[in-house]
T-cell receptor
Framework: DTAVSQTPKYLVTQMGNDKSIKCEQN?????MYWYKQDSKKFLKIMFS???????INETVPNRFSPKSPDKAHLNLHINSLELGDSAVYFC???????????????FGPGTRLTVL | TQLLEQSPQFLSIQEGENLTVYCNSS?????LQWYRQEPGEGPVLLVT?????EVKKLKRLTFQFGDARKDSSLHITAAQPGDTGLYLC???????????FGTGTRLQVTL
């Protein structure tokens, strides 16, 4: 059973298009995240939702819009895609509780986005 | 910014060698984690350290949190090809769930 799943695994699209990435977790966690990993493998948080409520919103262009229909799902919609958006996008979840548990992130397999 | 610098950036060693990866910051963290990421997959947690000076061992891997909780190290004894991957440290501040990830160390262990 996959704990955190993302679709699609690969996404190749033209500049200017709009695309979405979906994420689902079956761990019963309350908190979900979107990260961007660039070509140098630097992993940076973009958004975090706790029980469908946005709690972290880093300096991300407003072309990126997360949506959480329920606490098990966090989708990422990207408008007007640009070349610089090419990266691997990771979804993750964590469980509130002790400080240690709260910070442990369970990552999905990633979505490799290529903008041409 | 709460930057976490890792060194070295790349490391290529032969099976059986020992190595140490460092994670340094000018900021204090309430806890620090180490993750390993393999190609085509997401990072997977290896360990969490929360107390200054804490040392944790996971088979051939030894993790240490600095006394001032600003830095950490990962030591691998007798490296094996299965240790190959991207090692990421990540720090948390206070009770927040947000993690700041380090710059990463790519390790390759060859036969």
């Amino acid at each position: 059973d996959t704990a955190v799943s993302q679709t699609p695994k690969y996404l190749v699209t033209q500049m200017g298009n709009d695309k979405s990435i979906k994420c689902e977790q079956n761990l019963g966690h309350d908190t979900m995240y979107w990260y961007k990993q660039d070509s140098k493998k630097f992993l940076k948080i973009m958004f975090s939702y706790n029980n469908k409520e946005l709690i972290i919103n880093e300096t991300v262009p407003n072309r990126f819009s997360p949506k959480s229909p329920d606490k098990a799902h966090l989708n990422l919609h990207i408008n007007s895609l640009e070349l610089g958006d090419s990266a691997v996008y990771f979804c993750a979840s964590s469980q509130p509780g002790t400080a240690q548990l709260k910070n442990t992130q369970y990552f999905g397999p990633g979505t490799r986005l290529t903008v041409l | 910014t709460q930057l976490l610098e890792q060194s070295p950036q790349f490391l290529s060693i032969q099976e059986g060698e020992n190595l140490t990866v460092y994670c340094n910051s000018s900021s204090v963290f309430s806890s620090l984690q180490w993750y390993r990421q393999e190609p085509g997959e997401g990072p997977v947690l290896l360990v969490t350290v929360v107390t200054g000076g804490e040392v944790k061992k996971l088979k051939r891997l030894t993790f240490q949190f600095g006394d001032a909780r600003k830095d950490s190290s990962l030591h691998i004894t007798a490296a094996q090809p299965g240790d190959t991957g991207l090692y990421l440290c990540a720090g948390a501040r206070g009770t927040a769930s947000k993690l700041t990830f380090g710059t990463g160390t790519r390790l390759q262990v060859t036969l």
